[in-house]
Structure formats: structure tokens, C-alpha cells
């Protein structure tokens, strides 16, 4: 099928089929764990892998502004820039060679970015901006494994 | 030769130990290496070593190691390429009652626990603040600039949001700063020749040393060069004569002298060796004697068990008004747009401090540690700590919190005044407790439920019970480190649950 075409990028397949909603991160999720088993080379080769872990967002700011300072967009903007590039420093893969310089240029790109207090470690889960969300992101959540992928880079540096 | 040896070692050591207080590097033994933060550490070792280089070299402490003796000869040197020397520095006779009255001053205030007065004397603590005041913030700037480029270097480089420097403290560096300056390009080492104690403890030990400065007058055709050159302004070309209590060894009148005449030698030739082993006598009783008044100050046990304080149990809610009548809210920390952040009754040392008179007699406020804190939490006091404790760094969660996987600031403390700890030590040492105010949570005011503090306490130490509609954190006194992570995510403005420090 169409995801077996090399050329395509495999979310934008995926989003194609199912209109880019949260679906894309846990088909995509399942194909790679597929792909893993297959051969552990895989992973670190396949372009899919982070960018699966892109967000939906559209950056409409209709769930601005959070009443408790974030900067919803801003933050999802940083993550998708560092997914859709591969640059993600995954913590379960801490021990890999690539681990230390990926943190650094993604707490970089993160710090510069977003002033201190309207990071994602500042949201409070009060889901007052899930309802106003086009794309039905869990907004929380991302926010929530946004900021346990920064605490763990920043643990390690 | 000499001269060059001395010029490169004293070069390599000024920019290690300025970097360090920029924070570039970490070099900690360039400030444990200075008399004294070594004598506040009581670093046998290094104030044996000191005193041997002294005994042997003479004073080179001060045209070596010291970071302000190297900065007034830079700014000598400048001012020499500038406005060519005609005339010779001169030294006025009040010079020589000034220092020890300040080295009294000094010790008196140690004594008596005005903290700020040895402090201003440091040489050490005051290159460590006209760094940290007036060259970090340039420095972050810069930072700021290069951040924003892209490519390798951007990322290298973090965008930084907050400011290191108080009020106080950037007056007080630019009034020293200034007066530095000025002094140094005008009369070449005033400060080192007339005010600092250090040089003038250590000239006592210089007159005895091994090797020493000496005149051959068969050479000498008096043509003063020496004289013009010597920076300490400690020669007297007509006389022949060395002031011991202003000599560095720089060896610059050395280089100066085309003839020859002037040669760094062993003092004690065997003719002068039964007239001058009396001197060496006294002045190391001397020596003895202004190191046993070091010694004999009254050192604190920092041995004082934190947690009994009165109003501090383990399971009860504090309410800010009952804390009202019996204590006076001292610490006041406002955002930049002027809200009320958190006020404090007792403000929050840096870790592993001990108490707060041993914390304020060992810390000079070279805010070494303040560059150092990876979350900048660290800040020079204003009236935290009461009139004596001005400058000394305190505690403030406005940018962060206290990691625990983090000892930076005890690593680089110079004077031990922040005591070297272990990571594991981290998790039980205590610098505070949180204490939750109901009345601003945002579980009150905006009625949402908030999990902020439960969530961010890296000890486990705060847990949540309901309370009405909602659920309230309650924190476990024994388990809090007073780490402040809750008092940083905290929504609630001002913060509902904040730190108070454990000075009793």
C-alpha cells in the first residue's frame, strides 16, 4: 500500500489516511515497534521514528492564552521542529552516543525559544485548554512528555 | 627570564581564576589557592604551601596569584603604553599605618560578626564581585548574541532569563572597581601598597626569604631606571634600599637594569649569616603571632539540630497569619512586573551551610557559587540576612529550583563556607521546608485542580489530601529538603506554597 512507498514520509501517509489526529502517533508508534523487531538497525535509520511524535498542531492559538502562563504553541513548535528533524533526545535511549549532543541543541533550541516560566513544566493539567483544541489534542499530555523528555536532558547535562 | 616566568604563570592563573568567576570554566583551586578563603577553609595544606613559596620567593603571592594584584599591574602596564613614565610612583608615609589598622578593622569585624568588613578586604572577594557585577552581565549579554545565531555555535549557548546582579552589590564593586582603577593607573599598585592586608600579613614572612632582591653598588651608576619602573613603588634607587613591606618580586626593576646591578639572590650569604638569623627569628615569631590570632578567632559548630524549630511539626498547615505575631517577614521577592512573588520569614542558605553565624563568618561573597548555579537561584543577599550578612548569596526559586544531582556551588566555594557534600547526602541535607498556604492556592482562588507541587517534588515529600472540593498538598517535614521545585511550579501568585529558611 502506500506506506510501503519509500519516497512518502511515512506520517504524512498516515496523516493523508486519517485527517491527522492523535491515531497518527499510536499507528505510527505500533508500525515502528513492527519495524523494529524486524531488525534493530532499523531504528536508528528509519526517519520515521521521531516523526511519528509529531504533534498535530496547527498553531491556530485558539487554546491561547493558557491561564497559567504556557506557551502552548510555542512549546509544540519546538517539539515538532526537533521530531520532524529526528533530533529528539529520547531519554529511554539515554546511553546512545548521539544522546548528549542531541540534548544540547534541543534544551538550546527549547531555552531560547520559550521564556523560563511559559515552558511546559509549568502547565498544571487543569484541561481548561482541551476543549478549545480544532484538532482534539490532548494537550496535557503532550505538554506532560514534553517536559519529562527536558528534565531527563537536563539531569543528564 | 625571571620576569617572564613571573608574567606568564601570573597571566595563565588572572585568566583562570576570571573565567572562572565568569563562569566559563570551573577551575575551583584558583580561589582555594588565595590566603583568605584558605585561611576561612582552614586549608593546612594550602596556607603551609603559601607560606613556603613566601619564605623562599618572597611576597610573589601578590604579583602571582592574587587576581587584584595582577589587574593593577595590567593596568599599569597600560597606563605606561599610554602616558609614557616620566616619573616614579610614589608611596606617601600614611601607607605604612593604613594596612595593618585595616588588617585590625578586618579582624574585628570578623570577631565581632560584622561579616561585610572582612569581606570588603578581601582581595580575592573583591575581584571575585567587580567580575561577577560588572563583567557577567556583559558576558551574558554576549551569551544573548551568540545564542541566537544558528548552526553549532547557537547551540552551544542558551538564551538565559534572569540577572545575577543587586543593586547593592554593583555599587559596591563599581565604587571598588573604580577606585582600582583609577589608583592604578595613576600611582601604579596604591591598593596592594596601602590598603591590602593580605600583602601586608605575607610582607612579614617576605623579609626572611630565601631569595631576595640585592644591589651590587660596584655596577650601579645611580641612573634611577629601576626605580622608575618598579610598580610597587618600593625602591629607592638613590639609597639602594628595598621597602620589604612593598616588594612583590615582580623582577621588573631586574629587566630594567642595563648594568647588571641588580640580581635575585640568596639572602643569607655566609658573612651576613650571624646578623640577619636574628631578623628571621623575630619576624617569624611575628609570623607566628598574626597567625595564632587567626586561629584563635571563635570558630562556630555548625552542629545544631534545624528541624526543632517551634512552629515547624510534621502534618499541620501553616497559615500565614498565625505566623504573623511572632515573626517579622523579612524577605520580600517581587516579579519584574512588580507582584508579589513569595514572602519569607527567614530567608533560604545555599546548602549544606550549617547555621547562619558559621555561614556568614566563612563567606567572603566572591559570588563564585552565584555564577555557578546552574538554575541561578543564588543571589547576592540585600536585607535578608540583616545588616551583617550584606552580599552574602541567598536562595531565591524565581528562576529554578535546587537540583538534586547538582554540588556545583559547594564545588567551587573557596572558603568552605558552602561545605562540600555528596550527591547522596543531597537527598536528606535540608535548606529549608515548604510550607502551603491555602489561602492562595489556585485550588481556592480559581477553583481547578492543581497537582503543580506534587508532581515537581523530587523527594516525595508532599502529598495530597482532600480539602472541600479539592485536593490541597501536605508536606512531610522529614522528607522536604526545602529544595523549593514546589515553590518554582507553583501557579498561585503570590506562591501558595514557598520555602522557609531554617536560621535559628
Known amino acids: 500500500m502506500v506506506l510501503h512507498d519509500e519516497k512518502m514520509n511515512r506520517r504524512e501517509a498516515i496523516e493523508r489516511l486519517l485527517g491527522g489526529s492523535v491515531a497518527t502517533l499510536l499507528i505510527a508508534g505500533g508500525l515502528t515497534a513492527c519495524r523494529q523487531r524486524k531488525s534493530s538497525d532499523a531504528l536508528q535509520a528509519n526517519p520515521v521514528t521521531q516523526a511519528a511524535l509529531h504533534i498535530p498542531c496547527i498553531a491556530c492559538g485558539d487554546c491561547m492564552p493558557c491561564p497559567y502562563g504556557v506557551d502552548i504553541v510555542g512549546c509544540f513548535d519546538v517539539w515538532n521542529d526537533a521530531a520532524d528533524n529526528n533530533e529528539l533526545p529520547d531519554p529511554k535511549k539515554a546511553a546512545s552516543p548521539h544522546y548528549a549532543a542531541l540534548t544540547r541543541s534541543f534544551l538550546a533550541d527549547y531555552h531560547n525559544r520559550i521564556p523560563l516560566l511559559a515552558r511546559a513544566g509549568h502547565c498544571i493539567n487543569c484541561h481548561r485548554c482541551e476543549p478549545l483544541c480544532p484538532q482534539h489534542i490532548q494537550i496535557p499530555v503532550f505538554l506532560r512528555q514534553m517536559e519529562w523528555v527536558e528534565q531527563n536532558a537536563e539531569n543528564r547535562t | ?504
Open chain 2, 1 to 504: 627570564m625571571l620576569r617572564t616566568v613571573r608574567r606568564t604563570i601570573a597571566i595563565v592563573l588572572w585568566l583562570l581564576s576570571t573565567l572562572s568567576l565568569l563562569g566559563i570554566f570551573r577551575v575551583a583551586w584558583v580561589g582555594r589557592i588565595q590566603l583568605v578563603p584558605a585561611l576561612l577553609a582552614i586549608n593546612v595544606g594550602i596556607l603551609v604551601l603559601l607560606a613556603i613559596v613566601t619564605l623562599v620567593f618572597g611576597r610573589v603571592y601578590c604579583s602571582v596569584i592574587c587576581p587584584m594584584g595582577i589587574l593593577q599591574d595590567l593596568v599599569g602596564w597600560l597606563s605606561r603604553r599610554v602616558r609614557p613614565a616620566a616619573n616614579r610612583y610614589s608611596h606617601p608615609l600614611w601607607g605604612h599605618l593604613t594596612r595593618p589598622l585595616i588588617l585590625i578593622i578586618g579582624i574585628w569585624g570578623f570577631v565581632e560578626g560584622i561579616h561585610w568588613l572582612p569581606a570588603l578586604l578581601d582581595p580575592w572577594s573583591e575581584y571575585g564581585r567587580m567580575v561577577t557585577q560588572g563583567l557577567y552581565p556583559l558576558w551574558l549579554w554576549v551569551r544573548d548574541l551568540l545564542s541566537g545565531l544558528n548552526g553549532p555555535l547557537g547551540t552551544w549557548f542558551e538564551h538565559e532569563d534572569f540577572h545575577t546582579a543587586s543593586f547593592q552589590a554593583s555599587v559596591i564593586a563599581a565604587v571598588v572597581a573604580l577606585f582600582v582603577f583609577l589608583t592604578a593607573w595613576i600611582w601604579g599598585r596604591t591598593f596592594c601598597n596601602s590598603l591590602c592586608p593580605v600583602g601586608w600579613t605575607l610582607s612579614w614572612l617576605s623579609r626572611c626569604s630565601l631569595f631576595t632582591i640585592s644591589f651590587d653598588a660596584s655596577r650601579c651608576d645611580y641612573c634611577g631606571r629601576c626605580e622608575a619602573r618598579c610598580k610597587a613603588s618600593c625602591l629607592d634607587a638613590r639609597k639602594l634600599h628595598i621597602d620589604p613591606s612593598r616588594c612583590v618580586s615582580c623582577f621588573d626593576c631586574i629587566s630594567a637594569c642595563d648594568k647588571g646591578a641588580i640580581h635575585y639572590r640568596f639572602r643569607y650569604t655566609r658573612p651576613a649569616l650571624s646578623g640577619k638569623g636574628q631578623a628571621h627569628d623575630e619576624s617569624r615569631r611575628q609570623f607566628l603571632a598574626t597567625s595564632a590570632l587567626f586561629l584563635q578567632l571563635p570558630f562556630v559548630s555548625r552542629a545544631q539540630d534545624i528541624i526543632e524549630e517551634g512552629w515547624i511539626d510534621e502534618g499541620t498547615y501553616y497559615r500565614t497569619e498565625q505566623l504573623d505575631a511572632e515573626h517579622e517577614k523579612r524577605v520580600k521577592v517581587y516579579n519584574r512586573k512588580g507582584q508579589l512573588v513569595v514572602e519569607r520569614y527567614k530567608p533560604v542558605m545555599p546548602p549544606s551551610t550549617g547555621n547562619i553565624a558559621r555561614y556568614l563568618s566563612r563567606c567572603t561573597s566572591c559570588h563564585l557559587c552565584i555564577v555557578h548555579c546552574p538554575t541561578h537561584i543564588l543571589r547576592p543577599s540585600t536585607t535578608e540576612y540583616g545588616p551583617e550578612g550584606l552580599l552574602v548569596p541567598t536562595v531565591n526559586f524565581t528562576t529554578g529550583f535546587c537540583r538534586p544531582e547538582c554540588n556545583a556551588c559547594a564545588d567551587v566555594c573557596p572558603t568552605g563556607a558552602i561545605q562540600t557534600f555528596s550527591l547522596s547526602r543531597k537527598q536528606r541535607d535540608k535548606m529549608g521546608v515548604a510550607v502551603f498556604n491555602s489561602l492562595t492556592c489556585v485550588t481556592a482562588t480559581d477553583d481547578v485542580d492543581c497537582d503543580a507541587c506534587v508532581r515537581h517534588c523530587p523527594h516525595q515529600a508532599i502529598t495530597m489530601v482532600v480539602r472541600g472540593n479539592h485536593k490541597v498538598p501536605k508536606v512531610s517535614v522529614n522528607r522536604c529538603t526545602g529544595c523549593g521545585a514546589c515553590e518554582f511550579y507553583c501557579p498561585a501568585l503570590p506562591k501558595a506554597i514557598h520555602i522557609e529558611g531554617l536560621l535559628s
